[in-house]
């Protein structure tokens, strides 16, 4: 019993001890420079799966540091948004932007979330069986939507209703500009809650492939990256086109966001519904082990004044994302993620990227 205890012991050990060195840094490195940048008299949203433990780091970035701001994590996910802006034909250029084949039924179900009921309800046989292909068939996509708008309204509506109660007991709509946080990289999250709520946004990021003032429908967007910007995935810098590295273990316990309710015996309460889950999720706890280590360093270096500069950090990211050695055997299974907007169902990042 005694060998069981301490193997375990052990184990967390590790765990905990990788999160510290490869997830403590770049946590630290966000925090301190949400502190430096972030209005302090405003409350930043944390946003997706990544940001439960943004939000967590910042907070203890915060108490290492002694200091007090507001901070909120905030459910939200691009399938769930790109559903209840679904009959808004502002949202179909991120909606129908990334590559597609197949049926206009699977198009439907995969990228916006409907069930087969609701996509039956809303479209024909004939339509639902067509093939079709992004981004050649845009415009022709585009066209049978607009056409279907009613329809579509009817089905979507219930969950855009609970959805803005939800974002309004959470404070978002008193907010005369919107500051949000996330990982990155190109802002569609935030560019449809600025089109969802008729807001101007602040979106901050680790990297941003947009950076800058954007007017998008008619508000204002600022879109602003701490440890990059100006680069897209593809250009070859690593903690962009790898940071499926990052996604893996910045993720929140449950699966994808994909719905909300009104709780039926208690309104002023909401249902949540989330897809399934990937292995870091079914192994959360171990997960958490990593993440204790990562946050405790947070608080470590806020607490002692330690700082990164953009080379260090980049310099560690890159020794972990392309050594095939770095990442410990201990922890390998948990570095899965799901791509199911893209279709890609889940993906591997070890494997993906030839280090397993």
Known sequence: ????????????????????????????????????NAPANTPLYFLAREGYWLEKAYTHYLCGANLQRESHYLLASRAFLFKILFSD???YVYSLKSDFSGSFYDLIRTRFLLSNAQIKHIFAQDIRQQQVSLPEDRQKIIKVLCEHTSRIEEIISPSKHAYLLYLDSMGVSQQDKLHIVDLGYSGTIQSLLGI??????????????????????NDNATMQGYLKENVKIGDGYLPLDRSMFLECLLTAPFGQFRGIRLNTFDLSKFDFYYGRKVASQ???????????????????????????????LEMLLNSYMSKPNMIPHTVRHIFDIDDDVTGNGTVNALQFFGLA
């Open 196 to 217: 969802l709520l008729d807001k101007d946004t602040h979106g901050h990021y680790l990297i941003s492939s947009n950076p800058g003032e954007h007017i998008i429908e």
């Open 282 to 312: 079914r192994y959360f706890h171990e997960l958490e082990q990593v993440m204790v280590g990562a946050l405790d360093y947070c608080e470590h270096t806020a607490k002692n004044g330690v700082i990164f500069s953009v080379e260090e």
């Open 89 to 91: 034909s502002r949202s």
């Open 1 to 36: 019993m005694m060998a069981n205890v301490n193997e375990s012991r052990v184990h967390e050990a590790r765990f905990t001890s990788f999160g510290a060195t490869f997830m403590g840094p770049l946590l630290s490195f966000f925090s301190r420079n949400l502190v430096n």
